[in-house]
Every structure is written in C-alpha cells, then in structure tokens.
C-alpha cells in the first residue's frame, strides 16, 4: 500500500498573522491571497503544469486547529487511500485521531507523532 504521495500543504500559526503574510509577499514572493495563504501548482521536470498543488498558510496563534498538536505548524500529506492507511497506522499503534472529514475538497485525518505533532493526511477528491 502507497502511504504518504506527497505534501498537500504547510501551515502555521503566527501572533500577527497579516504582518506575517505581507513579510512572505514583499521578501519572498509568495502570492498570498485575501484567504490567508496561496495554492503553489504543481509543474514536472520540464516546467510543465501538471495536476495538483500545494497549499501553504498563515493562521492565528491560538487556534485550536492543530489541537490536540502543541506546535505552531501542520503539514498536511497526500495519500492515496486515506481509510486503509488510518487502519494500518492503528494497527501499528500510532495514535490515530477518531475524527475523519469528507468534503469537496478531498478525505482529511489525523496522526499525532510520537512528538506531539498532528499531522494531516489528505486523499484528494478523485481527478486530482
């Protein structure tokens, strides 16, 4: 079974999250948009877009998004079968939160790393 694809997104928590955003956009780059973050598309070898990104944003400190994780950061991993691998991580005593999601966005859940780390695991919507 495939784990782990790729990195769907990075993000973290800062004390002034506007501050912050704008730092990335004028030093960096980053085309931060009104939503608190931006979608990096995904090329091949040759610059070619190809299908998929990754998304990368700035929340509030103190948002209890990445509870019951105490960093200031979560990344979030595509994989492609969500429900086997959290089956596999619990066979495997991982601490596998009970919690899964189902959007239009894809199948989201939830690890937390032997550091106290919640890690997101993300199988995109089919297509994708």
Known sequence: MKRVTGIGGIFFHAKDPVALRAWYQQHLGIDVQAWGGAAFTWADDAGKPTTGTTIWSIGTAGSDHFAPGTASFMINYRVADLHALLQALRDEGCNVLDKTDDSEYGKFGW??????NKVELWEPPAGQ
Do not use: A, K, L, Y
């Open 111 to 116: 690890v937390v790393d032997p550091e106290g």
